[in-house]
């Protein structure tokens, strides 16, 4: 494949969704017909249906890590579903790579899943009576590879988590941060182009989740996968997310930058989600810039756009002239 074509592959989105509908009830499709697409949530409760997702349209590119956040009940977890097709959509089409998902055979999407999909979720679901490694070997011998070449590929894997000579251990052997790690590394061994993480961090206590959270930039500086993670903590959401998409009753109410959404909210619901975040701990300096004026005189001190302000501000502050 050419530069130009790789080029070309990179600008396209890796994930796309035009008005993605997911409503549960006998009548759901009648119901949303009749709508001509304009769904009131009430009005389909009332008539006993649930709205779970409500005419989402986005796209994630190459390397992008899009975060899905709400409180219970929003649609976020319903909307990842319908993307990995773990459940099917009312309405709408999904692409992805630029095929039609929805159109996928079993047989097809099966593939998919095997080659292009990883997938952790808020249960870790290892499996007791396997090894560390026979956790993470197992997608690889689901797929056909041999028993060698799986334990190879696995062990790589142990090595990739930190998980090095805990590799015969079993899961109970394990602390909840160290049973993430075999999920993550597990869901890793396929080499998925697209990662789906479902609250894969909620059930841990706070000094462990922040080490995942560590150890998850980590891996994306790594790896630089295409990652779909969902989460209803917004200080989760704001220190990994490249864009951020915040849902209400199945709504997309904003999806842009972490500093946008701080800095502009959108609506009234995504104003309240952002008014006790401290502005310092966010946003980088590129944020908060002005241009320079032709008769400033700069002084010695340089700062990268993309610092953290919190991280800068005191010399910042203690420097007499324009940065």
């Given amino acids: ?61 190459h390397g992008e890590m899009l975060v899905i956040m709400g409180l219970s009940g929003s649609g976020k977890s319903t909307l990842l579903r319908c993307i990995s097709r773990l459940t099917d959509t009312t309405a ?30 808020q249960s870790f679901a290892l499996l007791p009576h396997k090894t560390v490694l026979e956790n993470i070997a197992f ?36 602390s909840g941060g160290q049973q993430q790690r075999v999920g993550i590394a597990r869901s890793l061994a396929v080499e998925p182009d697209i990662w789906f993480l479902d609250e894969p961090f909620s ?14 930039l980590r891996l994306q500086g790594v790896l630089n996968k295409t990652i779909l993670f969902v989460t209803h903590d917004f200080d989760e959401a704001l220190r990994l997310a ?13 999806l842009d930058t972490p500093a946008n959404i701080v800095l502009n909210p959108a609506t009234e619901y995504v104003r309240k989600f952002t008014e006790e975040v401290p502005r310092e701990k966010v946003l980088k300096i590129e944020a908060v810039m002005d241009p320079l004026d032709s008769s400033d005189e700069l002084g010695d001190l340089r700062v990268s756009k993309d610092a953290i302000i919190e991280t800068v501000a005191e010399a910042v502050l203690n420097e007499q002239k324009p940065i």
């Fill in 1 to 61: 494949m050419s530069s130009q074509e790789t080029s070309s592959n990179q600008n396209q989105p890796v994930v796309k969704c035009e008005s993605v509908y997911k409503i549960f009830g006998e009548n759901a499709e009648k119901m949303l017909q009749s709508s001509n697409g304009k769904v009131d949530a009430q009005e389909f409760q009332d008539a006993g249906c649930v709205v779970g997702v409500n005419n989402a349209s986005f796209e994630v590119y």
């Fill in 92 to 121: 709408g089409q999904i692409f992805i790579e630029g095929e039609d998902l929805l159109a996928l055979s079993g047989k097809e999407l099966i593939e998919l899943r095997r080659n292009k999909m990883g997938m952790v979720f």
């Fill in 139 to 174: 997608p690889l011998q689901v797929k056909g590879n041999s028993t060698k070449d799986s334990m190879i590929r696995a062990m790589e894997m142990v090595e990739l988590v930190g998980l090095d000579g805990r590799e015969n251990y079993f899961p109970r052997e394990l």
């Fill in 203 to 216: 059930a841990l206590d706070p000094l462990i989740r922040k080490e995942m959270q560590d150890e998850f």
């Fill in 242 to 254: 490249d864009r951020i998409a915040i849902m209400k009753d199945g709504i997309i109410e904003q």
